[in-house]
């Protein structure tokens, strides 16, 4: 059943509250790994705008993650399809109450109301595309560029024109495209572009994330203590959470994919692999090459330690399983080792460990569970450690900050640049953290958003 969107858009006022979803919110005070304080973070990284990016950004992401899987998982009528689908309409929750405490209840309903609406469109795609019928596919993605159009003049009247209807009109048909393109790939066995897609869908997020929180903190400038989103200190915390929250996404999929001996279980890998480059590539741009082979190879011996869990699982090995975790608990203490090293102890041993614990257990946890058939749980665990890296972000880049201050200090520019409405570049290693940390200036006055959930029948 369609929702149907009145054509008038609601008057939308300030909330009292800013961007405090009701669950799934990241920001804090200070940066924590499994409650442990590591330090108190900087201005810059911590201010109230980095936090209203961070949150944004991870919901954003989060959602292109969970469309496409819930997609893959609609078009192979997969047991966990259902709970798939319910934990992206718990991120459609969050993010209507991030817009609601911003502009208002009325606004919140509004918005959930237009992002509902391309649900049934979009499982109207997945449906014509199993039954291999052309004219509903046509339908379904003539619907789809209809829904971008009110979304867009949704979210330019709200930010008072800031961000344009135009460009963003333009952005949401490219994120549509993005899980288009991700779920073509996948039905029809091309899974090395299909998991190309999924990273690009899932990094273009962090743009839109970036253009709405820098328009809404110029829209008021005095809820956030004028404070900005474009910082360098902010670009470096927002390039490390991206990397390390996509860690946590693929490596659940590729567990998953494992398990059940699926045909594009190895693309996922690859797709993991290729996140550890890059999160190679980036210790080494503020530590030198030889920090960043180390990282590289600390950190793919534990997703080769989950690998032979999910081995051990399918062949019933309690001694191989046994095994993977003794291994994954040797990891935990090198690889706490190496970055309070790194960072010349501003991030301590003992909190280290415990953070690594938790994403190892999470990552257990939702495997064990999946495999359990108890999907709920699964994807409720999928939402923790997904949000729990974003706080691993904020306490790294809180160190490196911390560590470097000069390379941190020049100011971005507060008026958004007209720089196209292309996702950011990959990034290119360089031996110096303020050339990374710069990367993915370019922005653009878009949102885009999709979902995927399933289509409700009267």
Request: aromatic share 8%.
């Amino acid at each position: 059943m369609n929702i149907n969107v009145k054509k008038t858009l609601v008057s939308v006022p300030l909330s009292l509250s800013l961007l405090i979803p009701a669950a799934g919110s990241i920001s804090a005070s200070a940066s924590t790994m499994n409650g442990n304080m590591m330090m108190s973070p900087s201005a810059s990284i911590a201010s109230p705008a980095a936090n209203l990016r961070a949150d944004l950004d991870s919901l954003l992401s989060e959602h292109a993650y969970l469309a496409i899987i819930t997609m893959q998982k609609g078009a192979k009528g997969a047991k966990d399809f259902q709970a798939a689908a319910n934990a992206l309409n718990q991120n459609t929750d969050n993010l209507s109450k991030a817009v609601a405490s911003v502009y208002g209840e009325q606004a919140g309903m509004q918005f959930k109301q237009i992002w509902g609406s391309h649900i049934g469109y979009f499982v109207d795609y997945v449906k014509a595309t199993v039954a291999k019928n052309d004219a509903a596919k046509q339908k379904a993605m003539k619907n789809l560029n209809s829904y971008t159009i009110t979304q867009a003049d949704f979210f330019s009247k709200a930010t008072g024109g800031r961000l344009s209807a135009a460009q963003l009109e333009e952005g949401l048909k490219m994120h549509v495209q993005d899980l288009l393109d991700a779920f073509n790939n996948y039905v029809a066995g091309n899974y090395t572009a299909a998991y190309m897609n999924v990273r690009e869908a899932i990094s273009h997020m962090y743009t839109p994330g970036k253009g709405l929180s820098w328009a809404i903190t110029q829209q008021f400038p005095s809820k956030f203590n004028h404070s900005t989103v474009d910082t360098p200190a902010v670009e470096l915390r927002e390039k490390l959470n991206y990397l390390l929250s996509e860690h946590a996404a693929l490596a659940i999929t590729a567990m998953q994919k494992g398990g059940d001996g699926a045909k594009d279980f190895q693309a996922a890998a690859a797709a993991l692999n290729n996140n550890t480059m890059d999160l190679s590539n980036a210790i080494a741009s503020v530590y030198g090459s030889a920090a960043g082979k180390q990282f590289q190879q600390i950190w793919s011996s534990h997703i080769g330690y989950f690998v032979d869990y999910v081995k051990a699982t399918g062949n019933k090995d309690t001694k191989g399983k046994d095994m993977a975790i003794s291994n994954l608990n040797s990891y935990r203490v090198k690889q706490a080792q190496f970055l309070s090293t790194a960072t010349g102890g501003r991030l301590k041993v003992a909190d280290l460990e415990a953070g690594l614990k938790t994403h190892v257990d999470e990552l257990l946890y939702a495997f064990n569970s999946y495999e359990a058939g108890n999907y709920t749980a699964t994807y409720s665990e999928v939402n923790t450690a997904y949000m729990h890296m974003f706080m691993v972000g904020q306490g790294l880049a809180s160190a490196i900050v911390s560590q470097f201050p000069s390379k941190f200090e020049s100011s971005m520019p507060s008026k958004m640049p007209k720089t196209g409405l292309t996702p950011p570049a990959e990034h290119n290693s360089t031996n110096t953290v303020a050339e990374w940390t710069v990367i993915g200036l370019a922005l653009s006055s878009i949102l885009a958003a999709m979902m995927i959930r399933r289509k409700k029948t009267n």
